[in-house]
T-cell receptor
Framework: KQEVTQIPAALSVPEGENLVLNCSFT??????LQWFRQDPGKGLTSLLL?????REQTSGRLNASLDKSSGRSTLYIAASQPGDSATYLC??????????FGGGTRLMVKP | NAGVTQTPKFRILKIGQSMTLQCAQD?????MYWYRQDPGMGLKLIYY???????DKGEVPNGYNVSRSTTEDFPLRLELAAPSQTSVYFC??????????FGPGTRLTVL
């Protein structure tokens, strides 16, 4: 059974810092991995999708990497801003038809 | 495009009541999903569908039913509501195993 773990569970940083969120998964036979942002009381916004054949994806200040062999992905956020405060969820598509989610990292960026 | 829409946004049910959560997408996606999110947790898959007339169980299907008569709609039925079904329900869709797009969620409380 695929299990996804996100560390840390919560993170507080001052504005302007570069930061890394971690995601690990137990079964490396995946189709793709998706990072989401969730604001309190809201739905999920897709940030980045990395296919199993890719090593990384970039969108603006966000960069996500994937190392399938070690079962790890990282989300790098450059020059963090207070507007980046949210919960970040990692999800692995390992059967082609469903996502298994981690518990999320709750990020607070202080002005 | 409206994307993925869900109704209602909020609902309070009494134990034993039934209801249908509605989900629709206008992106012509063939795959659709229902997830639930309990407080402070990641999402868990309830049911999914890979096309009209085809549905299958996810990780936590007990107490729920689904149908998929059209490509656009994927309703989720709760027959005998229980307090354990208090949660936020998210519908999602995708084209095959690609990026999943989520609706805004339905917040359900069972008292």
């Amino acid at each position: 059974k695929q299990e996804v773990t996100q560390i840390p569970a919560a993170l507080s940083v001052p504005e302007g810092e570069n930061l890394v969120l971690n995601c690990s998964f137990t079964d490396s036979a995946i189709y793709n991995l998706q990072w989401f942002r969730q604001d309190p009381g809201k739905g999920l916004t897709s940030l980045l999708l990395i296919q199993s054949s890719q090593r990384e994806q970039t969108s603006g200040r966000l960069n996500a990497s994937l190392d399938k062999s070690s079962g790890r992905s990282t989300l790098y956020i450059a020059a963090s801003q207070p507007g980046d405060s949210a919960t970040y969820l990692c999800a692995v598509n390992h059967a082609g038809n469903m996502l298994t989610f981690g518990g999320g990292t709750r990020l607070m960026v202080k002005p | 495009n409206a994307g993925v829409t869900q109704t209602p946004k909020f609902r309070i049910l009494k134990i034993g009541q039934s209801m249908t959560l509605q989900c629709a997408q206008d992106m012509n996606h063939n795959y659709m999903y229902w997830y639930r999110q309990d407080p402070g947790m990641g999402l868990k898959l309830i049911y999914y569908s890979v096309g009209a007339g085809i549905t299958d169980k996810g990780e936590v299907p007990n107490g729920y039913n689904v149908s998929r008569s059209t490509t656009e709609d994927f309703p989720l039925r709760l027959e005998l509501a229980a307090p354990s079904q208090t949660s936020v329900y998210f519908c999602a869709s995708s084209y095959g195993s690609n990026e999943q797009f989520f609706g805004p969620g339905t917040r359900l409380t069972v008292l």
